[in-house]
């Protein structure tokens, strides 16, 4: 089953074009990995999907509410603890159980320590963990295993792999191989032309 469809979409950044024509269809079950030089465009093509800035041109065609995005930054409210952190971002999704979450991403010993003193990867798996309290049918993730070691990134793709196999997909932007099947979209040959962008405002009115 289709869940996104992409037809014909340039991004910009900083006020210049980086991509051009970019096509794909992405399907319930399917990861797909987004490869490309540094710089070519990745995270603004996902910031695009997830929309948070607006295409300079083309469609993506998926229901309202199906994406959720997860960026370089880990999105944590430090004061807060490892299940308050959860919980409170259930909450905004009306999911009532993190125990998944927590188990998934072996945080169950943490629950009760505040998120300043988790160490970088401690923090990278509970902003991964959030996830799972989304309930969104795509994941659109930017390098998601920065910080992670070879045991906290298998956890990742396994993560991964339960979600497609419940009818979710991914979008993932990352260098790395995460032993998991998947499909690549290879970005290199869709860096944009040059074009006069006068009139685009990256910001939605």
Not at 15 to 38: K, S, Y
Not at 62 to 86: F, R, W
Not at 162 to 180: F, K, N
Not at 194 to 203: I, N, T, V, Y
Request: aromatic content about 4%; hydrophobic content about 50%; glycine content about 10%.
């Amino acid at each position: 089953m289709e869940v996104m469809k992409v037809t014909n979409l340039a991004c910009a950044r900083g006020g210049v074009a980086v991509l051009d024509r970019v096509d794909f269809t992405l399907t319930a079950g399917q990861v797909l990995l987004l490869r490309g030089p540094n710089g070519i465009g990745k995270t603004t093509l996902l910031r695009t999907l997830a929309g948070l800035q607006p295409a300079l041109e083309g469609e993506v065609l998926a229901a309202p509410d199906a994406i959720t995005y997860g960026a370089h930054a880990d999105g944590l409210k430090t004061t807060l603890t490892v299940s308050e952190n959860l919980k409170f971002w259930a909450q905004v999704y009306g999911v009532a159980d993190i125990a998944p979450a927590l188990a998934a991403f072996n945080l169950e010993d943490l629950t009760n320590r505040a998120a300043h003193n988790l160490s970088a990867g401690q923090k990278r798996r509970l902003g991964l963990a959030r996830l799972l309290v989304t309930g969104r049918k795509i994941w659109a993730l930017d390098e998601p295993t920065v910080s992670l070691d070879v045991a906290s990134v298998a956890l990742f793709a396994e993560a991964v792999r339960v979600h497609c196999e419940g009818g979710g997909a991914a979008l993932i932007a990352t260098h790395i191989d995460l032993g998991i099947e998947a499909d690549v979209l290879d970005l290199t040959g869709n860096k944009a032309r040059p074009r006069d962008l006068a009139g685009f405002d990256e910001a939605f009115e």
